[in-house]
């Protein structure tokens, strides 16, 4: 479990494809000294096991399943990522629960300044959009992020300038692609709601 609170922006050092799988060689220089072999990482809101530690270098391997569900495949050296490590029962929960669960990859259809930061819309998978409500919680690559408006399976999100010099959102662009991750209580909420119908019915 994290917070997307990102803690570091690592960069790709290498990309490469292992059979179907890919081995993600990450320059994490603030992180790699407080992990050990198999702790758990989210990269870009996707969360991953650390496979090797040549520090400052963090590996991590991505098999087809979340190759299928994510957009880490289009990673190249250079990329920036962000890197959160997880939740534990003393830190401040001041994003909010993010598992990690990459649900779908949005599309940035714009990037407009607003004040001294930005309005950047993303395009969501329609079968997300009913799980993000104005004001509520959305995770962007990792990042705990506040829906400022929504339309259909358009979300729009006010971005600080904090936000935009310590994530990789501030070198993104329209036609970029990020993780999303909607709220995990919403998604509960349906189920349990869903059965409660089906038993009163």
């Not at 050990?36 to 996707?46: A, E, F, R, T, W």
């Amino acid at each position: 479990m994290f917070t997307g609170l990102i803690q570091e922006v690592g960069l790709v050092q290498k990309s490469q494809k292992e059979g179907r799988d890919l081995r993600l060689t990450l320059q994490a220089p603030l992180l790699s000294p407080k992990v050990k072999l198999g702790d758990s990482v989210s990269v870009n809101g996707c969360c991953l096991t650390v496979v090797d530690i040549q520090a400052p270098l963090l590996a991590f391997q991505a098999v087809p399943e979340t190759l299928n569900r994510t957009a880490l495949g289009g990673l190249q050296e250079g990329s920036k990522v962000n890197l959160e490590l997880p939740l534990t029962l003393s830190d401040p929960l001041g994003g909010h629960f993010v598992q990690g669960h990459v649900d779908g990859v949005a599309e940035i259809t714009a990037i407009v300044p607003e004040g001294q930061g930005v309005r950047m819309t993303v395009k969501i998978p329609k079968n997300l959009s009913r799980y993000v409500v104005e004001k509520g919680s959305i995770a962007l690559n990792g990042i705990s992020l506040t829906a400022a408006a929504i339309k259909e399976d358009q979300v729009e999100v006010a971005l600080i300038p904090h936000t935009l010099q310590h994530t990789d959102l501030g070198s993104k662009k329209a036609g970029d692609l990020l993780h999303v991750e909607v709220d995990i209580l919403a998604k509960y909420v349906e189920k349990l709601s869903a059965g409660y119908l089906s038993a009163k019915s």
